[in-house]
């Protein structure tokens, strides 16, 4: 069975420091791993995937197959990060049921 | 371009009535995926649709059920409602399913 865990509920962190939301995975096949933001009174919104190795709003996340992690790092947190994090798995191909972990709050103080 | 649409936003039912909810995917996404979304539970998946056929199923009874019509909408069917179905009620859609969702605003279900 695929499982995300998020072991953080809530990571309190100032403004300019380093921020690394946690996830860790358990999947048998190829994992596509994601991560999902809620902003207060939006919609989820696809943050970014590991296969674009991309940096948004300047989070990167790192698929560790060792590790069975992808843990989300910004290296300078800032007030507007302060949202809801949501890790997400999908198996490759089409038959999978994607897997949401319970999601990290993240509130940056001034 | 226009973003998942789901209606109604809310919506407030009795126990044992049933209830359709309703969800437009963006133009050309053929996966259509509904998630429950509890404080209890969290995100947790119902079903998904490609191309009018059901192509995942979570661990929901089958008293959730669901549908896709031909121009990708979708409709999400719960019978006998229970007060432990009260939740937000998550449809997203994506081009082909497992590329990265795309979510509607979501419809919160009341059941008194």
């Known amino acids: 069975a695929q499982r995300v865990t998020q072991p953080e509920k809530l990571l309190s962190v100032f403004k300019g420091a380093p921020v690394e939301l946690k996830c860790n995975y358990s999947?048998?096949?190829?994992?596509?791993l994601f991560w999902y933001v809620q902003y207060s009174r939006q919609r989820l919104q696809l943050l970014l995937r590991?296969?674009s190795r991309e940096s948004i709003k300047g989070f990167t996340a790192d698929l560790n197959k060792g590790e069975t992690s992808f843990h989300l790092k910004k290296p300078f947190a800032q007030e507007e990060d302060s949202a809801m994090y949501y890790c997400?798995?999908?198996?490759?191909?089409?038959?999978?049921?994607?897997?949401f972990g319970r999601g990290t709050s993240l509130i940056v103080h001034p | 371009k226009a973003g998942v649409t789901q209606t109604p936003r809310y919506l407030i039912k009795t126990r044992g009535q049933q209830v359709t909810l309703s969800c437009s995917p963006i133009?050309?996404?053929?996966?259509v995926s509904w998630y429950q979304q509890t404080p209890g539970q969290g995100l947790q998946f119902l079903f998904e649709?490609?191309?009018?056929?059901?192509?995942n199923k979570g661990n929901f009874p089958g008293r959730f059920s669901g549908r896709q019509f031909s121009n990708s909408r979708s409709e999400m069917n719960v019978s006998t409602l229970e007060l432990g179905d009260s939740a937000l009620y998550l449809c997203?859609?994506?081009?082909?399913?497992?590329?990265?969702?795309?979510f509607g605003s979501g419809t919160r279900l009341t059941v008194v």
């Open positions: 649709y490609f191309s009018e056929t059901q192509r």
């Open positions: 133009s050309g996404h053929r996966s």
């Open positions: 590991h296969i």
């Open positions: 999947y048998s096949g190829s994992p596509e």
């Open positions: 997400a798995l999908s198996g490759s191909g089409g038959s999978y049921i994607p897997t």
């Open positions: 997203a859609s994506s081009p082909w399913g497992g590329d990265g969702y795309t």
